[in-house]
């Protein structure tokens, strides 16, 4: 059987057995307006975290880190240059060690690279997650009404998990719904499942998510 790996929210590890499995690389897609970044600071507080960022500073990254209430471990967060440098990537990637999570925030600046070489190195990072055992979380960001970077269908047609983080405004509230729509090696899930992101990332239990 499949190892499984935390995704650091408990609720969302019960929905998926156990969590995703190791050796996996996750697309987790959510508008740039929502705080879907919570979701891998909770990530890093449940194992060993290399965080590679391509937009925000480094400084940034690690305020963040420092001022989310809940654990988030002791991550190792880098700056990736502007300039995509995809040999430069591979070898920060290959620095994670045993069942560690492998953290691209975001990769829209890698999709509109060169195709070849982002396929080069989506299918290496896929082999080195899958050699350590590891988890490797790409962060996607998306707009309705804008058109997705020319590599998009790359990155979701590579994961071996898609997570999508949908927003829902009213006049009483804001949701925020959490699906699985894809999982090698698992089942996707049927439904939502309905999260709060205020201060840190919670799983709302008292709503009908069907």
Request: glycine share 6%.
């Amino acid at each position: 059987m499949t190892r499984r790996l935390s995704t650091g929210v408990e609720p969302v590890d019960d929905e998926l057995g156990g969590g995703l499995p190791a050796g996996s690389v996750v697309a987790l897609c959510a508008p740039p307006v929502t705080s879907s970044e919570m979701l891998l600071y909770e990530l890093a507080g449940a194992r060993e975290t290399l965080y590679v960022t391509t937009t925000r500073s480094k400084a940034a990254v690690k305020a963040a880190f420092e001022a989310y209430p809940n654990d988030t471990g002791t991550p190792v967060v880098t700056e990736a240059d502007r300039d995509v440098d995809f040999d430069e990537l591979a070898r920060i990637a290959g620095r994670a060690h045993a069942s560690a999570n492998i953290v691209i925030d975001t990769v829209g600046v890698l999709e509109r690279a060169d195709r070849d070489a982002y396929c080069s190195f989506l299918r290496d990072l896929s082999a080195h997650v899958r050699s350590i055992d590891g988890l490797a979380v790409l962060h996607c960001h998306r707009l309705p009404a804008e058109p997705s970077p020319p590599g998009r269908r790359l990155t979701l047609g590579m994961a071996d998990a898609t997570l999508e983080l949908e927003r829902h405004a009213s006049e009483a509230a804001i949701d925020h719904r959490l699906l699985v729509t894809k999982l090698r090696g698992g089942t996707a899930l049927t439904a939502p499942i309905t999260l709060e992101l205020d201060d840190a990332v919670r799983v709302d239990t008292t709503r009908d998510l069907a």
